[in-house]
């Protein structure tokens, strides 16, 4: 069975520092990841995904995410956070019936 | 991007009734919808899977009595809460792909607040 798990339930930046979320993936076939990041009491919005191209992808918002398969770990970052990117973030991984399996979620804070 | 549309964005009802929130794809038919529930402060839980034209796929724990799904059309998925009660009170969320397999899309979610 496919799983997420998200490390730290929060993490909190200053304005401009970088972000770092972590995500760390359970498959047992090649995986299909995303990332999606979530507005309160909105919907979820793409970031970016990974479906086995290039290891290194680049997303909406200046976000992008490092795919390390002996790490087993598809990391999100950005070099400079804004108070915009104040959100919750999800790592998921899709399975072989097309579902997305969800992390536990990360909540950003951005200090000014 | 696909546009996936979903209504009502909140609803409060009371305690016994049934409540319908529509999914539709707006721009693309989609024979496979999901539907999420999301508990405040938590990630989003996959309820069931809904295919058009047959049943729908509930996951474990998930009573399919209780949430009634239908996908009638190809860009259209509901889903009917019976007999709400407070504990039902949640956000749910649909999703759906122009692709099986590729970026999934959601709605903008529903609070339903059962009183």
């Known amino acids: 069975a496919q799983s997420v798990t998200q490390l730290g339930s929060h993490v909190s930046v200053s304005e401009g520092a970088l972000v770092l979320l972590r995500c760390n993936y359970s498959?047992?076939?090649?995986?299909?990841l995303f990332w999606y990041v979530q507005y309160p009491n909105q919907g979820l919005q793409l970031l970016l995904k990974?479906?086995?191209?290039?290891?290194l992808v680049k997303g909406i918002n200046g976000f992008e995410a490092e795919f390390k398969k002996s790490e087993t770990s598809f990391h999100l970052t950005k070099p400079s956070a804004h108070m915009s990117d104040a959100a919750e973030y999800f790592c998921?991984?899709?399975?072989?019936?097309?579902?997305?399996?969800f992390g536990s979620g990360t909540r950003l804070l951005v200090r000014p | 991007g696909a546009v996936v549309s979903q209504h009502p964005s909140r609803v409060i009802c009371k305690s016994g009734t049934s409540v319908k929130i529509e999914c539709r794809s707006l721009?693309?038919?989609?024979?496979?919808m999901f539907w999420y529930r999301q508990f405040p402060k938590q990630s989003l839980m996959l309820m069931a899977t809904?295919?058009?034209?047959?049943?729908?796929?509930?996951e474990q724990g998930v009573e399919k009595d209780k949430f009634l799904i239908n996908h009638a059309s190809l860009t259209l998925s509901t889903l009917t809460v019976t007999s709400a009660h407070p504990e039902d009170s949640s956000f749910y969320i649909c999703?759906?792909?122009?692709?099986?397999?590729?970026?999934?899309?959601f709605g903008q979610g529903t609070r339903l607040t059962v009183v």
């Open positions: 999703s759906a792909s122009p692709i099986p397999g590729t970026e999934a899309f």
């Open positions: 498959s047992s076939v090649p995986p299909y």
């Open positions: 990974y479906t086995s191209a290039a290891t």
């Open positions: 998921a991984v899709s399975d072989s019936s097309y579902k997305l399996i």
């Open positions: 721009d693309f038919q989609a024979t496979t």
């Open positions: 809904s295919n058009e034209g047959s049943k729908a796929t509930y």
